[in-house]
């Protein structure tokens, strides 16, 4: 199972942003251009509705063998099986989610300073988002870290940790540069006018970036 923080893209979806297309069509493309690491967030759906997409997307994850994080909904996530879920820090506690889910669900965690990563470290999460990272329209924060605030924060975290907000292609070899190793993506991918070429494309660069912070 590739994991938040481990597994270089990560893909999350919004309600509506999909250029005219459903969700499902969307993660289906994702899933076909490479991506194997989908969080399905959709915050106007009713619960009916999102678990029933949710039920649908998590059947083609699996059979990509992609993983898939269910965004807040801790008892939907709970009954469908899903790979584990996504937390705000207005969401349900960790702990609640862990006595939920279990000993082996994905818990991640949103966090946007110091504090919040700090008191994460107490918390039973499996990894944590550090972010927004840049300005974004699909999340409503007064304020975005910027890359060196970023790599700060995750210095001091015990955990895996990925970053989201406002990232686009053009940003990718200064985070990879940089020290990031998960970068969550939005827009990028989902109102792109081929999904699976520009996943594809997205994956290749990023290898080629690592290829050569490697050599």
């Given at each position: 199972?590739?994991?938040?923080?481990?597994?270089?893209?990560?893909?999350?979806t919004?309600?509506?942003?999909?250029?005219?297309?459903?969700?499902?069509?969307?993660?289906?493309?994702a899933?076909?251009?490479?991506?194997?690491?989908?969080?399905?967030?959709?915050?106007?759906?009713?619960?009916?509705?999102?678990?029933?997409?949710a039920?649908?997307?998590?059947?083609?994850?699996h059979?990509y063998?992609?993983?898939?994080?269910?965004?807040?909904?801790?008892?939907?996530a709970?009954?469908?099986?899903?790979?584990?879920?996504?937390?705000?820090?207005?969401?349900?506690?960790?702990?609640?989610?862990?006595?939920i889910?279990?000993?082996d669900?994905?818990?991640?965690?949103?966090?946007?300073n110091?504090?919040?990563?700090?008191?994460?470290?107490?918390?039973?999460?499996?990894?944590?988002?550090?972010?927004?990272?840049?300005?974004?329209?699909?999340?409503?924060h007064?304020?975005?870290?910027?890359?060196?605030?970023?790599?700060?924060?995750?210095?001091?975290?015990?955990?895996?940790?990925?970053?989201?907000?406002?990232?686009?292609?053009?940003?990718?070899?200064?985070?990879?540069?940089?020290?990031?190793?998960?970068?969550?993506?939005?827009?990028e991918i989902?109102?792109?006018?081929?999904?699976?070429a520009?996943t594809?494309?997205?994956?290749?660069?990023?290898s080629?970036?690592?290829?050569?912070?490697?050599?």
């Amino acid at each position: 199972m590739d994991l938040p923080g481990t597994f270089p893209l990560y893909f999350v979806t919004d309600g509506n942003l999909n250029n005219g297309r459903s969700k499902i069509d969307v993660i289906a493309a994702a899933l076909r251009g490479g991506a194997r690491l989908i969080q399905f967030r959709d915050k106007q759906l009713s619960d009916a509705t999102f678990e029933a997409e949710a039920r649908e997307a998590l059947a083609l994850c699996h059979g990509y063998k992609a993983t898939l994080i269910i965004n807040d909904h801790v008892e939907i996530a709970a009954r469908i099986g899903a790979d584990g879920v996504h937390l705000g820090q207005e969401d349900m506690s960790p702990v609640e989610a862990r006595r939920i889910l279990g000993p082996d669900a994905i818990i991640g965690l949103s966090t946007h300073n110091e504090a919040e990563v700090l008191a994460a470290q107490d918390l039973p999460v499996s990894n944590i988002n550090i972010g927004p990272m840049f300005a974004t329209n699909t999340k409503e924060h007064l304020h975005h870290l910027g890359l060196d605030e970023v790599l700060r924060l995750s210095r001091i975290t015990r955990y895996a940790w990925t970053t989201m907000g406002g990232i686009k292609r053009d940003h990718l070899p200064d985070l990879f540069r940089g020290g990031v190793r998960t970068v969550s993506m939005v827009t990028e991918i989902s109102l792109a006018e081929d999904v699976e070429a520009r996943t594809r494309e997205l994956l290749a660069d990023i290898s080629d970036y690592q290829q050569k912070l490697e050599s």
